[in-house]
């Protein structure tokens, strides 16, 4: 096999080689025809004056005394004689010009494709028209040349003139069709075409009369006369020119008299989408732009009044003894190492001082960090954190808990400009940072929050703080609570709020959820709005709530096709790890569902769990959680599972927290609420006018209470023919329909239409559209439910 292969190689390589032209060699001879095919031209045509001069001359080429008249001379002479004479006469005049085309490709590089056929048709033009020239023109030998002459001579022996005369006819018939796609059709459209314009110019013409003829001024240049004598009477009588053209718009009006007198009307072309916008503007002309907040225009947002000071009113008092002692240990233990400080600035926290160092030059940073223990020690201090470099600033940070730490009151933050400047969709305000500035982030960019902590530690507050800032910020219809608290006892208080700021399900008595089952119904019920929303967002061409909101507040969206504000939604789920242990999966699912997609139509989750292990927070739910807060947790272990590193096992509690959204963390003191304050609080919202119901989730048919489908035909609801009657009337398969024109609830009107699905009156559920109804008329209801009960 090797053998053959080597074998066969040289061959194969041979067969590669291929005479081809490099652009340049193009190049020069493209340009060597195109001057090729001009000196012939111009031989040709010297020719025709020269020829006799030059017969002497052909036989003595030669000879360097003899010239030729000829325009190049002996060359022009002799290869004109050559093409002319013995060759194609008049004809050869082909040869010059496929010649330069042929150059011309090559100069351009216009590749070869087409050359081919024109030569081919070149030639056999030159024959054609050589035996043509040599038919009609016999005694002329240079117009059909040797060749023409002959064949001719040739043809007419075998066919006779008429033959060689028919013969010729149909070579032109084949140059026409082949060389000038020559048609019938096209002829008769030019002769068509020649008579048309003559026509026009004849009627649409300015006539002079000049005594003995009348001139037709049909353009600038070319006056046509006509013989007045000759044609006299043919022609009818003309009319001078002034007549001529004072008359013609006369003529055209008898003409629209004649005409029966019907008026037209002209149809204007709508463009929907102006329509649209115009509509909208012409709305937010009469009404103004949608106000979301109409609905309890009297709202009043609750006042700072409610909240405590708790002691906090003069600010951070510093001791400078604690400073001064604190720096000079830090001094002294790096100094027993070794390791000496440049410059040591301190800035005081609400609970910490943080201690910026920066080292010699030369000091590795790693020591430093090793050193925390023993800086801790000799600072006789729980909590010290090391930041071994602080981000962004080149020091490196030591973080100290001041020995009386200072409450940061939730008055104050909701106070500090920060928060009530915030132009965010959802600002919470956590609390302060270590150089005592107030904390405040968008919940709508986190978008979801984990928080964990051990017990004790200020879940509980940092919660309630999160649900205070949008409570003083939000409107009751921008943000809806969604609030899940298995202990029962956290967040009751926020009952009071319910028909003001609370969602849940459409068939459950109480709004916070406290129950299990309950809460895998809400996921999943939470699942269909943000899917309905998602469907919503679609169809208004928008990507997310803002865009949305924005779009339906101009009013360009409109609300019979089912659009309406959507107000965000957080989901709030203190102890998330009793739940996770109770449903585990039935949980995590929708959760982690909700936490992938939710984001871009206002749905945010705030999840907080006291036992952060890894069968609680798992990779799923951290991978969609970028957002977290850890307070004091007891073990490292703990902390890397919230933060991915340690920190927060050395925080000292009472809110002393970590935050993180992806990269740096940020160590804050959570603003301090406590549950008589938030009572104030709700009872002062929960006293004014509210909607008449809280905020309605879509239903949710668990798998457990089945699908509705089975229903029998004598469980049927009283209602059910009337019912059915109002959807195939209105063709229309809402539940909201039924409620109102048969003045049902909305779980009865819910049920109704799960029934009618069994029926197969309406069709499945569509999410926010309404159904199909799958029975065109009563007569086809009557027929279906007669022939259900045979
Ligand atoms: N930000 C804070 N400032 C001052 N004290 C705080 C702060 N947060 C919490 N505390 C104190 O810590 C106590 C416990 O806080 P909290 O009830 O929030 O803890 P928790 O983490 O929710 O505990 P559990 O998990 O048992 O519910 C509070 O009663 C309060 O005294």
Redesign the pocket.
């Known amino acids: 096999m090797a053998k053959k292969r080597k074998k066969t190689k040289p061959t194969s390589s041979k067969k590669k080689v291929s005479f081809r032209f490099s652009k340049q060699n193009k190049i020069i001879l493209g340009s060597l025809l195109v001057l090729l095919s001009i000196a012939l031209f111009f031989s040709f045509i010297s020719y025709y004056f020269t020829w006799q001069e030059d017969q002497s001359m052909l036989s003595e080429f030669a000879d360097r005394n003899e010239q030729a008249k000829n325009l190049l001379n002996k060359f022009g002479a002799s290869v004109s004689h050559f093409f002319m004479y013995k060759g194609f006469g008049l004809a050869s005049f082909a040869f010059p010009f496929l010649l330069c085309v042929t150059g011309l490709h090559l100069f351009l590089g216009l590749g070869s494709k087409g050359l081919l056929s024109k030569w081919v048709w070149g030639l056999v033009f030159v024959i054609w028209f050589s035996i043509a020239l040599g038919f009609f023109a016999l005694e002329q030998p240079l117009l059909g040349g040797l060749i023409g002459f002959e064949m001719n001579d040739f043809l007419q022996d075998y066919a006779g003139k008429i033959g060689v005369m028919l013969l010729l006819v149909f070579g032109l018939t084949v140059i026409l069709v082949r060389l000038f796609k020559f048609s019938p059709e096209d002829l008769a459209a030019y002769f068509k075409t020649k008579q048309k314009p003559l026509a026009t110019e004849i009627s649409g013409g300015v006539v002079k009369d000049s005594g003995d003829s009348i001139i037709l001024d049909v353009g600038e240049d070319t006056p046509v006369v006509i013989d007045t004598y000759t044609h006299k009477e043919d022609i009818p009588p003309l009319k001078k020119e002034k007549e001529v053209k004072k008359e013609a718009p006369k003529t055209a009006e008898k003409e629209a008299d004649k005409m029966p007198d019907i008026e037209m009307k002209v149809e204007k072309i709508k463009e929907e989408k102006e329509v649209k916008d115009v509509l909208s503007k012409k709305l937010v002309e009469d009404f103004g732009e949608f106000d979301p907040t109409l609905e309890l225009g009297n709202y009043k947002f609750p006042h700072l009044d409610l909240l405590d000071h708790h002691g906090s009113t003069g600010g951070i008092t510093i001791n400078q003894e604690e400073l001064e002692g604190n720096k000079n240990r830090i001094v002294e233990t790096l100094k027993n190492y070794k390791i000496g400080i440049a410059q040591i600035k301190a800035t005081i926290g609400p609970t910490v001082t943080l201690y910026e160092i920066v080292p010699e030059a030369g000091v590795r940073i790693s020591r430093i960090k090793n050193l925390e223990d023993d800086i801790a020690l000799s600072l006789a201090a729980l909590g010290i954190r090391i930041i071994a470099p602080i981000p962004g600033k080149g020091t490196i940070g030591i973080e100290v808990p001041n020995k009386n730490s200072t409450?940061?009151s939730m008055r104050s933050v909701i106070a500090s400009s920060k928060f009530q400047k915030a132009e965010m969709q959802l600002p919470i305000a956590f609390?302060k940072t270590i150089s005592n500035e107030t904390f405040v982030v968008d919940l709508a960019k986190m978008p979801h929050l984990l928080m964990a902590?051990a017990?004790?530690?200020?879940?509980?507050?940092?919660l309630n703080a999160v649900l205070t800032s949008l409570l003083y910020k939000k409107h009751p219809a921008e943000v809806k609570f969604i609030l899940v608290d298995p202990k029962k006892v956290?967040l009751t208080i926020y009952n009071k709020i319910e028909r003001h700021y609370l969602a849940k399900l459409p068939d459950s008595e109480e709004a916070i959820i406290t129950d299990t089952t309950k809460v895998v119904h809400t996921l999943n019920s939470l699942c269909i709005e943000m899917d309905n929303r998602y469907e919503l967002l679609k169809h208004a061409m928008v990507r997310n709530i803002k865009e949305y909101n924005a779009k339906f507040k101009t009013r360009k969206l409109n609300p019979n096709d089912g659009h309406k504000f959507l107000p965000y939604i957080v989901l709030v789920i203190d102890e998330f790890a009793d739940l996770i242990m109770t449903a585990g999966k039935e949980i995590e699912t929708p959760i982690a569902r909700l936490a992938q997609l939710a984001r871009a139509i206002g749905i945010h989750l705030i999840i907080a769990t006291?036992r952060p292990s890894v069968n609680v927070i798992t990779g799923i739910i951290k991978a969609n959680f970028p957002a977290r807060i850890a307070?004091r947790v007891t073990s490292k272990i703990d902390s890397r599972t919230i933060l991915d590193t340690t920190g927060a096992d050395q925080l000292i509690g009472?809110?002393d927290m970590l935050f993180t959204q992806g990269n740096d963390i940020t160590r804050l003191?959570?603003?301090?609420v406590d549950t008589p304050e938030v009572a104030k609080i709700a009872e002062y919202i929960g006293a004014q006018r509210a909607y008449p119901e809280a905020f309605q989730l879509p239903e949710y048919v668990g798998e457990d209470s089945g699908t509705g489908i089975a229903y029998e035909i004598e469980d049927r609801d009283a209602m059910f023919r009337e019912a059915a009657e109002v959807v195939v009337i209105a063709q229309q398969g809402s539940a909201s329909l039924i409620q109102r024109k048969l003045k049902l609830g909305y779980n009865r009107a819910g049920r109704i239409i799960d029934q009618l699905e069994a029926a197969g009156v309406v069709g499945p559920f569509e999410g926010s559209k309404a159904r199909q109804v799958l029975v065109p008329d009563i007569y086809a209801l009557d027929q279906l439910l007669k022939n259900e009960t045979k």
């Open positions: 409450i940061v609390g902590g017990t004790g530690q200020g879940k509980s507050v940092g956290e006291q307070f009472r809110g003191q959570c603003a301090f």
